[in-house]
């Protein structure tokens, strides 16, 4: 990778708090009558250098299909063939073991499963760990609640079970991360657990390993006795919910890995693509299913799954599976379907932000548990270089064109507030001669998978997505993520740069800000000056200007409106230990609530902290026309 952000330094954007309209020339325009005051959009016929992108590339790149790597697992199939045990416990089939006896009994190695699952050690498909990885180990770790257990040291330390400690070591993972060196004896000791830990570091390795182990020994519950009309339901062990169909998929690839030759057969759901092919690969077996919370209703009420024997439920990001789009068919998925109550079966939520009045809410579908942060809750990975630039919005096309010609072909994801925005953003980006294509709610499943796919076998590797792809995406090489426009929520923002900087890796994250921006200006500083990053002067300015004019309310702040992030309002770690809004602070092993316990405890907070947090354009993401 070139020195991008030193390069950038060298971008004579305008620093000091006034429009930079009157001096910032692009180097494409530089020499041109007219300069740089107008439309960048009048540079098209310039004959522009591209950075030398080959730009023979189409947008929707038809042809390159899903090359480039075979893990994605799309489309609800995705069992590679491997896994066609029936369930009854007919022949031994590739890559699955049974349970029998009281014992687990793995199935044999199957070396095409292992080329499909694992790849080679030279595959740059598969995300390897960075330079920075040991720097994990320095990140300070807090763990509250009663009687917290000792971390792990090693995957070799027990209690992870010897089968998943080989699947482990084929997937080149030598050492635990600080979130999964926790996580382990935390499930094993039969507790819940709230993870908070930064983007990038290993959670869902911190819910899967500690649950498959456990499973690994434990064996699968009995198939409930069920009648006639049940007999091709399907009854996971574990149940872990993501809200977009893109991280479900992604999660689902991670857990096949994990469970190769055991008994736990991995299953997906999720919307967009056939229900009735998904339900028939469902009945060849579901040990474990990670589904969007959509299409999980769907098969609840057409009675294809039952949650019955639920012994694991994670919730992955779970600030936002729990915000005002997805709660309430949260609540209805764990309260009013059959699943175990919260005292029967074990709950995980993971998340890098975690607001304190989200932290509130999620205490509904816990009991007793421990609250583990790795690093500030919501911090940044310092393993990203963030760039603040002053921008207008009538120059941003011209600002994103000189990025891209400084950079060097590298993976590059870039963020827009509207998905017509990303539409427009990804044409004007072709039409310069970048292959740029675009991800968000508004085209077909077919569409987002195949403008993935193209994004990672690098056809195109400019993808222009909404907050679709902000959370939990995890593609190798991705070197620079562009907040084209700022999102109205910090939160939003170190979901979006984390999509680079992963696994100790290091990226750039460039965002053009203005004063359209102003509202998430405090918590911004505050997050830049945190993460030892260089908070330019501008916006301290506007900070400045923003408290004079707004009555010292920079914005809604990460918890209830108001308040930065470093102050009594945000989420800076257990919020049982800031005051629990008068619940008490001392008093942690009270938290636990139960469902029946439930509803007096969310109407103390309810409605208004949440709607202060997050505004309206959290749509019902149930529906096609929601705000990604
Ligand atoms: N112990 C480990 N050793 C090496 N690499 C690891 C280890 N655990 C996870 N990884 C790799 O680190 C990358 C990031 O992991 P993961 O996607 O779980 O992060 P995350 O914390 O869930 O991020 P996000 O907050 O964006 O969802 C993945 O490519 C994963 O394979």
Known sequence: MTDLSQQMNNLSVSGNGESSRSQYVPPHLRGRKGGAGGSSNSDSGEGRSNGGYNNNSRRDFGGSGFGGNNRSGFGGSGFGGGYNRDRNGGGARAGVGRWADGKHQPAPKNERMELELFGVAEDSSFQSSGINFDNYDDIPVEATGDDVPEPITSFETPPLADLLVENIVLSRFTKPTPVQKYSVPIVAGGRDLMACAQTGSGKTGGFLFPVLSECYINGPAPRPQTGHFTANMVFPTVLIMAPTRELVSQIYDEARKFCYRSWVRPGVAYGGVDIGQQIRTLQRG????????????????????????????????????????????????????????????????????FPRNIQMLARDFLKDYIFLSVGRVGSTSSNITQKILLVEDDEKRSVILDLLNAGDKELTIVFTETKRMADYLADFLYDQGFPATAIHGNRTQYEREKALAAFKNGSAPILVATAVAARGLDIPNVQHVINYDLPNDIDDYVHRI???????????????????????????????????????????????????????????????????????????????????????ASSQSSWGSSNGASAGGRSDFGGSSRSGGYSQDYGNQSQSASWW
């Open 286 to 353: 579901c040990d474990l299913l990670v589904a969007a919370p959509g299409r999980l209703t769907d098969l609840l009420e057409r009675g294809k799954v039952s949650l019955q024997n639920v012994k694991y439920l994670v919730l992955d990001e779970a600030d936002r599976m729990l915000d005002m789009g997805f709660e309430p068919q949260i609540r209805h998925i764990v309260q009013e379907c059959d699943m175990p109550d919260v005292q029967d079966r074990q709950t995980l939520m993971f998340s890098a932000t």
């Open 498 to 584: 984390g999509r680079t900087g992963r696994a100790g890796n290091v990226g750039v994250a460039t965002s053009f800000f203005n004063r359209n921006n102003r509202n998430i200006v405090k918590d911004m500083i505050s997050l830049l000056a945190e993460a030892d990053q260089e908070v330019p002067d501008f916006l301290a300015k506007i900070s400045r200007e923003s408290s004079f004019g707004r009555g010292g309310m920079g914005g809604r702040g990460r918890a209830g409106g108001m308040g930065s992030r470093m102050g009594g309002g945000g989420a800076s770690k257990d919020f049982r230990r800031q005051g629990g809004g008068g619940f008490g």
